[in-house]
Nanobody, 116 residues
Framework: QVQLVESGGGLVQSGGSLRLSCVAS????????MAWYRQAPGKQREQVAS???????DYADFVDGRFTISRDSANNTLYLEMNSLKPDDTGVYSC??????????WGQGTQVTVSS
């Protein structure tokens, strides 16, 4: 069973930065698609950023150039570098992956809280 373990969340002031990590229990080359999602209190989960095996990246409009998704195959890790954080970025950030064949996996999430 694949495990995805996120870390790096925390409390930060508006305008601050955080770097989220998602460590996979197997080679990330086995996933053709990986993404970060977030869920704010009382809201639906939404995709923040994604990356494909081709290294093509995609970002939600609200990111507006503030976040960068990347991956480190040597360490089986997916990252989300977040800068210029706003209170609206508060939520639980989760890692998501899709393996060839269509099976999907979720991490347990890490809390990000941005104070004004």
């Amino acid at each position: 069973q694949v495990q995805l373990v996120e870390s790096g969340g925390g409390l930060v002031q508006s305008g601050g930065s955080l770097r989220l990590s998602c460590v996979a229990s197997e080679s990330i080359f086995s996933f053709y698609f990986m993404a970060w999602y977030r869920q704010a209190p009382g809201k639906q989960r939404e995709q923040v950023a994604s990356i494909r095996n081709s290294d093509t990246t995609d970002y939600a409009d609200f990111v507006d150039g503030r976040f960068t998704i990347s991956r480190d195959s040597a360490n089986n890790t997916l990252y989300l570098e977040m800068n210029s954080l706003k209170p609206d970025d508060t939520g639980v950030y989760s890692c998501y992956s899709v393996r060839a064949g269509g099976r999907t996996y979720w991490g347990q999430g890490t809390q990000v809280t941005v104070s004004s």
